[in-house]
Nanobody, 123 residues
Framework: QVQLVESGGGLVQAGGSLRLSCAAS????????MGWYRQAPGKQRELVAT???????TYADSLKGRFTISRDNAKNTVYLQMNNLKPEDTAVYYC?????????????????WGQGTLVTVSS
């Protein structure tokens, strides 16, 4: 079983910054990708950014230049640095981790979601 612990959300004024963290633990052999998604009120969940074990990143086009995803492989932790936040960035941010289950001989994969952390940007 794999667990995720998210932290770093909160209330910030427009133009401010926040850093989200998500740490994975449990029966993990390897992590294939880690990422962040967000869901604003009344909207569907959308991709924010992902990062592979090798460090390749993907971003939502609208967020490039303001958000930066990074990871610490030794700690199985992914970070999302959010700068120049705007009111439209207000959402619940969810961590997503995909990997291989330990002890499965590489045959079992997992995908887990965090509980979500609320980011509120005031104007």
């Amino acid at each position: 079983q794999v667990q995720l612990v998210e932290s770093g959300g909160g209330l910030v004024q427009a133009g401010g910054s926040l850093r989200l963290s998500c740490a994975a633990s449990g029966t993990i052999f390897s992590i294939l990708s880690m990422g962040w998604y967000r869901q604003a009120p009344g909207k569907q969940r959308e991709l924010v950014a992902t990062i592979t074990g090798g460090g390749s990143t993907t971003y939502a086009d609208s967020l490039k230049g303001r958000f930066t995803i990074s990871r610490d492989n030794a700690k199985n932790t992914v970070y999302l640095q959010m700068n120049n936040l705007k009111p439209e960035d207000t959402a619940v941010y969810y961590c997503n981790v995909r990997g291989v289950v330990a002890g499965s001989g590489g045959g079992r994969h997992f995908e887990v979601w965090g509980q979500g952390t609320l980011v509120t940007v005031s104007s």
